[in-house]
């Protein structure tokens, strides 16, 4: 457990650790503080906590993680998050989506809204917090258990060079040498689209309510759909 001065060399650690998996800072460490990520006690969004005053520990442990990379110490959700959705393969081929993995099933430890946000590894009893326990059908940052009618996530990214994928639609996909080049909309290391290819849970600048969704990674959302697709 992390107290007193300890805090900040773990949040420093946290920093580089985010940025060698993939979620990305931009280079501004100190965004997360000023984001509704921030749970503790100075947090500025209406849920956050009664007492607790440390940040980071809400996401991660600096031991005994529940997954090593990277050092994730929120509990983890069990449900399944997909029943109807399908995805066209790097062949062609229309396959059932996967279930969320990686980076993607971290943060659906809180966003799917079964797990309390207090409830954290190591802890004697689950953080309190103000506003809610957990995130609810109907609160900000709900997405419920059914990721159906939401973009796949979880998927590896297929080579829009491998032949006229998607030729019935409006949209294709770019060449995956071209998507990689990006780095700023990042597939994660073994080639998939996850939750942190397009937000950035470290960083919020870039919100702007009904038009720029909350930790996306680039001014506007057309800019981070265009990472991957191209028009026809």
């Not at 004697?124 to 609810?136: C, E, N, S």
């Not at 702007?208 to 265009?226: A, D, I, N, S, Y």
């Amino acid at each position: 457990m992390i107290r007193g001065r300890a805090t900040l060399p773990l949040c420093l650690t946290l920093t580089c650790l985010a940025s060698t998996f993939g979620l990305s800072t931009h280079g501004d460490t100190g965004d997360v503080a000023s984001s509704v990520h921030n749970l503790s006690v100075s947090g500025p969004g209406e849920v956050r906590a009664l007492n607790e005053t440390e940040i980071c520990k809400f996401c991660h442990i600096p031991h005994n993680a529940v997954v090593p990379e990277p050092l994730w110490g929120h509990a983890l959700s069990n449900v399944k998050h997909y029943e109807t959705s399908r995805i066209r393969t790097g062949k062609g081929d229309i396959i059932p989506a996967p279930q969320p993995d990686g980076s993607s099933r971290l943060c659906l430890s809180c966003h799917d809204g079964t797990v309390a946000l207090g409830e954290i590894a190591g802890e004697p009893r689950t953080i309190q917090m103000a506003g809610a326990q957990r995130l609810g059908r109907g609160r900000r940052g709900h997405l419920g258990t059914d990721l159906s009618g939401s973009h796949p996530i979880s998927f590896v990214v297929p080579d829009g060079n491998r032949g006229a994928l998607d030729s019935d639609r409006d949209i294709g996909l770019r060449p995956l040498g071209v998507i990689k080049a990006d780095r700023t909309v990042r597939l994660d290391d073994r080639g998939k689209m996850q939750c942190t290819t397009c937000h950035d849970a470290h960083a919020d600048r870039y919100y702007q309510p009904g038009r720029v969704p909350r930790f996306w990674v680039k001014p506007t959302v057309g800019e981070v759909c265009l990472t991957c697709h191209e028009l026809r």
